[in-house]
C-alpha cells in the first residue's frame, strides 16, 4: 500500500494550491481519504476527509469553507483544493487512509496507512 501526497509549494496569502494524494495497493473504495497537517512546534491535526464509496466529504473549522475534498477513482487519486490560504496555513500536509467503519477522522491514531507529507508555505 502506497499513500504519495504532492503539490505542495509557496503561495502568497490569499492564494490556492491543490494537492494530491496518489493511492496504488487498495481498493480506494473501501476506504476514506483524511488530510492532516503538521505545523511548525504544533501536533498534527486532522482537516478534512472524503469518504470514497458515497463522496461524502467532513471538515475542520480551519478548513471549513476554504478547502475541498474530492476524489477520482479511475485514476485513484485524492484531492485537497486549497483557497483563500493563510500564513497560518503553513504546515506539512499529509494524506492518510482509513477502512471505512469505526474510525474518527481527525484521529491519526485510527488511520491504516499513511502517506508522506508535502510542504505547503504561505508567505509573501
Known amino acids: 500500500v502506497q499513500l504519495q501526497a504532492s503539490g505542495g509549494g509557496l503561495v502568497q496569502p490569499g492564494g490556492s494550491l491543490r494537492l494530491s494524494c496518489e493511492v496504488s495497493?487498495?481498493?480506494?473504495?473501501?476506504?476514506?481519504i483524511a488530510w492532516f497537517r503538521q505545523a511548525p512546534g504544533k501536533e498534527r491535526e486532522g482537516i478534512a476527509c472524503?469518504?470514497?464509496?458515497?463522496?461524502?466529504?467532513a471538515y475542520t473549522e480551519s478548513a471549513k469553507g476554504r478547502f475541498t475534498a474530492s476524489e477520482d477513482n479511475a485514476k485513484n487519486t485524492v484531492y485537497l483544493q486549497m483557497n483563500s490560504l493563510k500564513p497560518e496555513d503553513t504546515a506539512v500536509y499529509y494524506c492518510?487512509?482509513?477502512?471505512?467503519?469505526?474510525?474518527?477522522?481527525?484521529?491519526?491514531?485510527?488511520?491504516?496507512?499513511w502517506g508522506g507529507g508535502t510542504l505547503v508555505t504561505v508567505s509573501s
Open positions: 495497493g487498495l481498493t480506494l473504495g473501501d476506504f476514506a
Open positions: 472524503i469518504t470514497i464509496s458515497d463522496g461524502s466529504t
Open positions: 492518510a487512509a482509513a477502512l471505512q467503519g469505526d474510525y474518527d477522522p481527525w484521529e491519526s491514531d485510527d488511520m491504516d496507512y
